[in-house]
């Protein structure tokens, strides 16, 4: 409890965390290019967690600004803290949920949309919650730009097929590949090396990565 006390601290006194009580909270709507100080394109990071995906996009691609988003505050202040330590000025943390989006950006605003690892809620009844159903496709298709690419990358066989199913229904995403073997794939070079902490426990034993990536037709 003392460490989750730190890190909401963390997040009150962080200038690269934009959440509840802050003024940018309500006012960054349009404003993230004035943030950043560039207009360079804006990526996200759905559901990011601890922000291992959104640091390491933003250090392996200087010419974008990531925007990693969770709801989770404890989580997405150590994604804060490693930014800092580390001098990444291309990063930030939204706090809120994926169901806000509306509140944060314009449409057609957004040149790529990542989900790493989101819970797969495999049950019938929590298809509504599955971060790659119809309403959050739709939601997605909002806010990039045409053209925009969306990946999800996942060790669940079942949220692959589902969401692989559901894109290739969808008339205004061209898939522009997909793996069931990611780290056998010529796709693994979109990565970076960026893995998770608990993808690499789940690649040392020998379990393999689901990888779809997309793109809004034009």
């Known amino acids: 409890m003392r460490r989750k006390q730190h890190r909401f601290q963390h997040n009150r006194e962080a200038h690269n965390v934009i959440e509840r009580g802050k003024p940018l909270?309500?006012?960054?709507?349009?404003?993230?290019?004035?943030y950043f100080k560039n207009n360079n394109p804006l990526v996200l990071e759905l559901a990011c967690g601890k922000g291992e995906y959104?640091?390491?996009?933003?250090e392996n691609r200087p010419?974008?600004?990531i925007i990693g988003i969770d709801i989770k505050g404890d989580r997405i202040a150590r994604g804060s803290k490693r930014c800092i330590e580390?001098?990444?000025q291309n990063a930030a943390f939204l706090r809120t949920g994926i169901q806000f989006l509306e509140e944060f950006f314009e449409e057609s605003s957004i040149e790529e949309i990542w989900l790493i690892h989101p819970d797969p809620q495999p049950r019938d009844k929590e298809e509504k919650r599955r971060l790659t159903n119809d309403h959050f496709l739709a939601e997605y298709k909002k806010y990039l730009k045409p053209g925009g690419k969306f990946m999800l990358k996942t060790d669940s066989p079942f949220l692959y097929e589902y969401t692989l199913e559901k894109l290739l229904e969808d008339a205004d995403f061209k898939i522009l590949g997909y793996t069931n073997d990611l780290y056998n794939s010529p796709l693994l070079e979109d990565h970076y090396g960026i893995k998770t902490h608990y993808e690499g426990l789940w690649v040392e034993k020998g379990y393999t990565i689901n990888y779809i990536k997309c793109q809004l037709k034009k």
């Open 54 to 58: 959104t640091v390491g996009l933003a």
């Open 25 to 34: 909270y309500t006012t960054i709507k349009g404003q993230w290019h004035e």
């Open 63 to 65: 010419d974008v600004n």
């Open 86 to 88: 580390k001098g990444v």
